[in-house]
Nanobody
Framework: QVQLVESGGGLVQAGGSLRLSCAASGRTYVVYAMAWFRQAPGKEREFVAAIRWSGASTYYADSVKGRFTISRDNAKNTVYLQMNSLKPEDTAVYYC????????????????WGQGTQVTVSS
């Protein structure tokens, strides 16, 4: 099992920044990739960004490309999501996810999930 714990959410004004963290514990050696998803009220959960656990490959949704940056610190078993130029439409619960075998944009591919952290962007 892999446990994921998100932190760093909060309330920020439009144009501001936040950095989310996702700390992984347990059998982290099985992790191949990690990702961030988000779910806004009344909407389905959507892919935001993903990163391979080793290597430099990163992947982004078009809606966040150029504003969000995903990164990792393998020594700390932690993945980050730096969010800049935030917009009210970025308001959502943000979830961290881990996959044992691939990098994917579909949530059904991911094996482990955190509980989520709320991000609210005011206009």
């Amino acid at each position: 099992q892999v446990q994921l714990v998100e932190s760093g959410g909060g309330l920020v004004q439009a144009g501001g920044s936040l950095r989310l963290s996702c700390a992984a514990s347990g059998r982290t050696y099985v992790v191949y990739a990690m990702a961030w998803f988000r779910q806004a009220p009344g909407k389905e959960r959507e892919f935001v960004a993903a990163i391979r656990w080793s290597g430099a490959s990163t992947y982004y949704a078009d809606s966040v490309k150029g504003r969000f940056t995903i990164s990792r610190d393998n020594a700390k078993n932690t993945v980050y999501l730096q969010m800049n130029s935030l917009k009210p439409e970025d308001t959502a619960v943000y979830y961290c996810a881990a996959d044992r075998a691939r990098v994917a944009r579909g949530e059904r591919e991911y094996d482990y999930w955190g509980q989520g952290t709320q991000v609210t962007v005011s206009s």
